[in-house]
């Protein structure tokens, strides 16, 4: 059987057809315009290609509840061409296959329980910090969804006393994706990340944001694991940053055999930057399940 | 069929008999002293009354991780006295009945779900200020439990410009419960919170911080309600300012209906102060459906 995996992205739409153990077969990208004109391009992709289900990750904020009348549909976004477009129902009417929809940070998080790092696990969090910052998580077993989906790239945070920078998040300043995502970086410092590597206090700071994020999901999800990824964490010397600041910012509070054990319990992606497209084959995989 | 019920505190022990539809019977209290004092008393209690489970909500770290081999006892706690205590074997060994466990706060949310105002919702937080500050919370229709369970009155916050108080949390100074927490208040302030009701600045500053950890929460745990009960809360002045902070800090960026329903999204508990001893009457009655 042969799954279609749609990355839905702000930038670009990412389509693949893929196996259900994880194997990517072919993998092309389409750029993200306007409904009108990249939903008939993705439509054509998948079309002929026997594909048994679809699973799609996608930008937020989406419907992700089941049971909600606007199910599928992307909802109140700045990226005006899509607000309130019919996002499953558009593909769906298209190719008539099961489709299996979440965000595409719990799909990473599902690509990392699945295929990767956190196989056997039922509590777990993916943050990317890219573009933007995006926060997915499961709990009891079952990716989060309730009123919405988990926004918090967005929570806020304290000011690192040697940061001048007011943040860049249109609506909240200096909330965590205001501060620490790669933009943030660059508006910041004057220089896209990747050419600060050398830079000490950029990491500095970068990991006392993260690091207070993640001391506050702990505190709140108490996730087993938590895996960082997106183009940031290319930045391997965060991690060490970071797992020292959390250990700071606790205190000694919370005593488990997963905070003594650090190195393993903050961690990078293991897939490649595949993590999202492989979790969006395994929604494929369980969309297909549910209607057998 | 009757149900023992245990709210297992820092300060008593409180012990009632309830029905399933959530009627307290009897109730009484006992001093929490030291496990050898308290639990013979506690088993006293509840012996003889013919009570088909018990349902403990206890005061944490807990270990509420039904698969691990320290189920049931008190975890790293600065009560030297309970640290590692086994609660639920102690009283089981007693007794011989099934017994239910979860903390306090998800108690009180359990209870609040089953019989108070967010029946039918599969996704709540409850939230206490009160000596200290606790969360529980429901996420797809289950108790929220991971590595550990909620310890969320601990996030970090940023300072209100016109506080100069340093936190009374000896762990984290200005966490949540360290700026909000009844004894917080008191130190701050030198009086009473129930004797400063009408000094604005005291319950500005209050809500300020109770709104910045529920902006939080709502973007990490999107629940559907916020409940918030406890000591403080009976302060209600606070609940149109917490829900103004809110919607400041939010800025627009979630458009839910919910969070367009203010008045409903953030609301009171309901049950009179009995919503945790409600919880506990719930929690036994799983257990029991649990072992038939
Ligand atoms: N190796 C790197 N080191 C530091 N920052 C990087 C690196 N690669 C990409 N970035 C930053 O990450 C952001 C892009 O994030 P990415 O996860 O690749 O995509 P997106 O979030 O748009 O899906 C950009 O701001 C870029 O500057
Ligand atoms: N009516 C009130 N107004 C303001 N604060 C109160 C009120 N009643 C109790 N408190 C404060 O709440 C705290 C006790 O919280 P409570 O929820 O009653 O108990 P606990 O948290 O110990 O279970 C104390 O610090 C007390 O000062
Ligand atoms: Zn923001
Ligand atoms: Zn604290």
Not at 99 to 116: A, P, R, Y
Not at 195 to 213: F, R, S, T
Request: glycine letters at 12%; proline letters at 4%.
């Amino acid at each position: 059987m042969i799954f279609g995996a749609l990355e839905a992205g702000g930038t670009k739409m990412v389509c693949a057809l893929g196996r259900e153990d994880g194997t990517i077969l072919e993998q092309v990208s389409i750029p993200t315009t306007t409904p009108k004109e990249t939903i008939p391009l993705v439509v054509k992709y998948f079309r002929g290609k026997e594909i048994g289900a679809l699973g799609i990750g996608s930008f937020g904020p989406v419907d992700v509840n089941q049971s909600s009348d606007t199910y599928g549909h992307i909802l109140d976004t700045p990226k005006t061409a899509w607000k309130y477009f019919d996002l499953v129902g558009s593909i769906q009417k298209e190719l008539s296959i099961p489709i299996g929809l979440d965000t595409d940070v719990n799909g990473s998080c599902l690509g990392e329980m699945t295929f990767g790092n956190s196989k056997g696990l039922d509590s777990v969090i993916y943050i990317t910090i890219g573009t933007g910052v995006g926060v997915g998580a499961s709990i009891n077993g079952k990716l989060l969804h309730g009123m919405l989906h988990p926004e918090a790239g967005h929570i806020l945070l304290k000011k690192h006393p040697k940061d001048t920078f007011d943040g860049n998040c249109p609506y909240h300043g200096t909330c965590l994706e205001g501060m620490a995502s790669g933009p943030a970086i660059e508006k910041r410092w004057g220089k896209k990340a990747v050419e600060l590597k050398d830079n000490d206090i950029v990491w500095e700071i970068e990991a006392y944001y993260i690091a207070q994020a993640l001391m506050n999901y702990i505190l709140t999800l108490a996730p087993r694991r938590i895996i960082l990824g997106g183009g940031v964490m290319h930045q391997m010397q965060l991690f060490p940053l970071i797992r020292k600041e959390v250990e700071r910012l606790l205190n000694g509070y919370l005593n488990t055999k997963e905070i003594k054990d650090m190195d393993h319990y903050i961690i990078p992606a293991s897939l490649n930057d595949n993590q999202g497209i492989m979790g969006c084959i395994q929604l494929a995989k369980i969309a297909l399940d549910e209607v057998k």
